[in-house]
């Protein structure tokens, strides 16, 4: 089996609901960060790109009709490479990545192109087709932004809930309180304001449409700002739009190779794609999936927490993020150094690209070997990646040699 690598991510920035992104279709954001990352590698010849794989988790509007194969077309990609869209919600972006590196082991490409799109603002509302011609009734519009729709009555009624009332529920079994989860969310505005002061993101990001900076990122949040919010999905409950995700629009594309594309490509990688996993729970518990997904993904990397030097969480929701950090008893201090999505953003289809950029960049400013990625998927799923940590600059004085990963 070949090793499979990360060489480059860019992403855009990501907008708020309704915000500076709103009139970008979203297979033009795609191939805004497509173009950005072969911009990047001019050495390499897009032709010799073997496949692009896309991660996408609406579908249902402008990203219809396999929008991967369409923002290649649109970023002036050659006709004769291929591309795929996959579904597998909050997942897609990363699920994108682990095909493209399963593609590079198994010999059928030299470099792969992953991500993801999301437009949240520009999902549809759809009608379903009613069962016989001409109904005399009226029939709802269904919006497409997030969640259940158009469900199938067979699924049991605890399966259906809405994702806040999930987390509501999680909450309530492991005892996290408010306070707690307005702290994690008053940290990620803090740490990804500080990471942007900093320009961490100045080589991650490609402006697009005048927006240069995630759009969501409130530096002057606080947990007294944050107490004073409403829950948002029971009247007695903890969770508000100040400690959750926001709906968020944005893109984020990787170049994945073997070690023989760094020639082609005319740049060291910077991460390997050392273990994967995706794990599956009942449907409403799908905020407590990821911890035994990063597990998994150790496992196969050959290592174990200890050695895990930064790890991207998804921040779905606080609760989610802080349950996940409780079981696996990590140093809270490691992660999501740089913010995380509650200030960053989640456009369903490009977290996934977004974590693993991110966490590249974390190894390589301080200095780690090891990193974990996971993520939260609705309908109870959660997928991991570990990477190592590879920079030349960063391995030959730092790392100690070892047969694990070598």
């Known amino acids: 089996m070949n090793d499979a690598y990360l060489y480059d991510a860019v992403r855009t920035p990501f907008g ?71 579904n597998r919600l909050c997942g897609s972006g990363l699920d994108a990545a682990i095909a493209a590196s399963r593609t590079i082991e198994c010999g059928d490409a030299e470099t792969v192109l992953a991500g993801g799109v999301e437009s949240m603002t520009r999902a549809p509302w759809v009608l379903p087709k009613p069962d016989r011609a001409f109904p005399a009734g009226d029939t709802a519009a269904v919006s497409t932004t997030l969640g259940w ?40 505005h803090r740490l990804a304001d500080r990471a942007w002061a900093d320009g961490f993101y100045d080589h991650l990001v490609l402006p697009v449409a005048g927006l240069a900076r995630d759009e969501g990122i409130r530096p002057g949040t606080d947990t007294a700002k944050l107490a004073a919010l409403k829950p948002a999905f029971r009247p007695d409950g903890t969770i508000t739009a100040g400690n959750a995700s926001p709906l968020s629009d944005g893109a984020a594309a990787l170049l994945l190779g073997g070690a023989a594309a760094a020639e082609r490509i005319g740049r060291a990688p910077l991460a390997r794609i050392a273990g994967r996993a995706a794990h599956a729970v009942a449907p409403q518990d799908f905020g407590y999936a990821p911890v035994r997904a990063a597990e998994q993904a150790l496992r196969r990397a050959g290592i174990g927490w200890s050695d895990v030097g930064a790890v991207e969480l998804n921040e779905a929701f606080a609760v989610q993020a802080l349950a996940c950090v409780d079981a696996w008893g990590v140093d809270p201090e490691l992660v999501n150094t740089r913010g995380g999505a509650i200030a960053l953003g989640h456009p369903l289809g490009a977290s996934g690209g977004r974590l693993l950029g991110t966490l590249a960049g974390v190894l390589r400013e301080r200095r780690a070997r090891w990193g974990v990625a996971a993520i939260c998927i609705g309908v109870g799923q959660a997928l991991a990646v570990v990477i190592e940590n590879v920079c030349e600059d960063v391995c030959e004085d730092v790392f100690e040699e070892t047969e694990v990963g070598r």
């Open 16 to 86: 708020r609901f309704n915000g500076a992104l709103a009139a970008v279709r979203p297979d033009d954001l795609a191939a805004a960060a497509i173009r950005g990352l072969l911009e990047r590698a001019p050495g390499l010849d897009p032709a010799e790109v073997g496949e692009v794989v896309w991660g996408n988790a609406n579908g249902a509007g402008e990203d219809n009709r396999n929008v991967g194969r369409m923002a290649a077309l649109l970023a002036g990609m050659p006709v004769s490479v291929p591309a795929t869209t996959v």
């Open 149 to 188: 729709r158009l469900v199938n009555p067979a699924m049991p009624e605890e399966w259906t809930a809405s994702l806040g009332e999930c987390n509501e529920q999680l909450r309530e079994r492991l005892g996290i309180p408010r306070e707690r989860q307005d702290e994690f969310a008053a940290r990620s």
